[in-house]
Nanobody, 115 residues
């Protein structure tokens, strides 16, 4: 059984920062990509950032320059550092893991940006 446990969400003021974490455990074989998605109320889930095995990353235009995705391969953990947060960043953030044993999603963590 595979588990993805996310943490780090919360309420932050505009301009603030957060770091999300997602730790994968269980029978996962050869993770080749880890990513963060988000879904705001009434909107479709969208990609925020993705990192692949070689370390290459890509970001949504809306977060470029404000977010950094990184991973710790030894811990099967992916992080998302978010700076200069805006109210429009408010959403449930989900991590996603692509591996040879399948694709897995976390349960989501709420990020709210409000004064």
């Amino acid at each position: 059984q595979v588990q993805l446990v996310e943490s780090g969400g919360g309420l932050v003021q505009p301009g603030g920062s957060l770091r999300l974490s997602c730790a994968a455990s269980g029978s996962i074989v050869s993770i080749y990509a880890m990513a963060w998605y988000r879904q705001a109320p009434g909107k479709q889930r969208e990609l925020v950032a993705r990192i692949i095995s070689g370390g290459n990353t890509n970001y949504a235009d809306s977060v470029k320059g404000r977010c950094t995705i990184s991973r710790d391969n030894a811990k099967n953990t992916v992080y998302l550092r978010m700076n200069s947060l805006k109210p429009e960043d408010t959403a449930v953030y989900y991590c996603k893991v692509d591996s040879l044993s399948g694709t897995y999603w976390g349960q989501g963590t709420q990020v709210s940006v409000s004064s």
